[in-house]
Structure formats: structure tokens, C-alpha cells
């Protein structure tokens, strides 16, 4: 109803891919209650810059139990960039090492890609957040609610034109999501954004040659071509699988 999408909503094939948020992930799982932070988000922005781990992670949880996106003063520093860049940041200095700052991370951006700020996309863009994203799915590719994560943030990063696509493919996203939903192939969440991603970067393929030769040598079409024998025929999996492959045709 607001522009979002939830597993609930059953898309047509031809329609407008909508934005993936963060309501929507830890495998099914509730997401927690959004409480009153402990600190103001200045203050937990200015954390997610230190170099303890402990206190990122701490920060992090605290803005995982906020809503961002509200219009007021939190909302205005989603708006400029600030919060992006600085969860951005800290998976630089602590994704490798740190699952769960990766994983905290990823779901603070898909939640912030949600609100699609400008500010937000610009700040993304210009610290590179494409490659940072996909690089933290590689770190901890056998982190579930990590790469559900992450194959919500490129749904919605594959929406962002041309140049980003081409990261995307350069990056190495493909191959990301193909393993993605290949390791778990009952999984809807992953299955659904996995074929949502590849659809979206398919409505660059007039711009973007290599895109559609890419996904087929990665065995992306073979792949969400299982998603049409898995899932029901009315489910939203089936329907961006259908959505994708008829690119190919």
C-alpha cells in the first residue's frame, strides 16, 4: 500500500518492480519491536566510526530497534547521506572480521534503501556501497539472514540505472545470488529477491549488453527456472521468476 513490497503482494509480471525493505527479512523470522533508543542517532552514528568492534555492534543494534525513516530529525539524516555513510564505513573497517556487524549492516542499508532519499543514493554511490555490499556477501556466504540481507539491498540497487548494474556485474553479483539460490532453494525470501534482482538488471540489458549473456553463463537462468516448478503459480517467487526469464525471450 505505501510503495513497499511484502511477501503478501503478489506482483504482475510486467509490473514496476517496488523497493525491498527490512521488514521483510531474518529468514521469516519477527522482526524485533522498534523501542526508544538509548542514545540519540548522532551519537550511534558517531560510534559506527570507532575501531571496537563492541561498540559498532552496540550501535548498531540500538539503530536496528529504530525507525529510521520517521520525518524528523532522524529522517533528515537519512535524507542527507549521513547515516549510509556511516554504516557504510563501519562494514569497511569490521565486516570481514565481524559477522554480525556485516549482517546488522546490510539490514540498517536495505532499510535506509527503502526510503529512497536521494541523499541516501547519492551517499552510496559515492563511497562505492555497491562493492561494499557485495564484498560483505562474500565474506559470510553461508550467513543466512546476511545474505537475505543483501539480496534485498541489490533488488533495490538494481533499480538504481545503469552504472550500478555494471558494479553489480563487475562485483561479482551474480555469482552471489546464484550460489544464494542454490544453497537454499525452499527458501521464498531468497528465491524471490534473487529472481527480482536478475529481472531488474534485465530491464538494463538493452543498455547493458553483457547482462543477459552473464546471468545465462552463470546458470542464472536455469536456476530461477526451479523457482516455477517450486512455487505456487500465484506466489510472488513464481511470479519474478516468470517476470525475469521472459527477458530471455
Known sequence: EDGEETDDVTPLATAVPVLETSEEVEGGEEVAEKKAPAKPLSALLYDLGSNDHVVV???MTIMGSMDL???NKKGKVVAKGTAPMSVLQALKNHGKDHEEISSKGLGLLLSLT??????????????????????????????????????????????????????????GAVDIIVADMVRWPKLAY????????????????????????????????????????SFPADSSTFAEARRAMECFI
Not at 551517499?123 to 539480496?151: P, R
Not at 524471490?192 to 543498455?207: D, I, L, V, Y
Open 57 to 59: 555492534l552496540e550501535a
Open 69 to 71: 525513516n520517521e520525518s
Open 114 to 171: 527503502a526510503s529512497n532519499e536521494k541523499g541516501c543514493k547519492s551517499a552510496i554511490k559515492e563511497l562505492d556501497g555497491t562493492k561494499i555490499i557485495i564484498q560483505n556477501m562474500k565474506y559470510h556466504k553461508e550467513s543466512m539472514n546476511l545474505q537475505v540481507h543483501g539480496l534485498g539491498l541489490l533488488c533495490n540497487l538494481s533499480t538504481w540505472g545503469k552504472k550500478e548494474v555494471t558494479k553489480m556485474l563487475d562485483s
Open 190 to 229: 531468497v528465491q524471490r529477491r534473487g529472481c527480482k534482482t536478475f529481472g531488474n538488471m534485465m530491464a538494463e540489458k538493452k543498455k547493458i549488453i553483457t547482462v543477459k549473456t552473464t546471468i545465462r553463463n552463470k546458470k542464472g537462468l536455469s536456476t530461477m527456472g526451479r523457482c516455477l516448478d
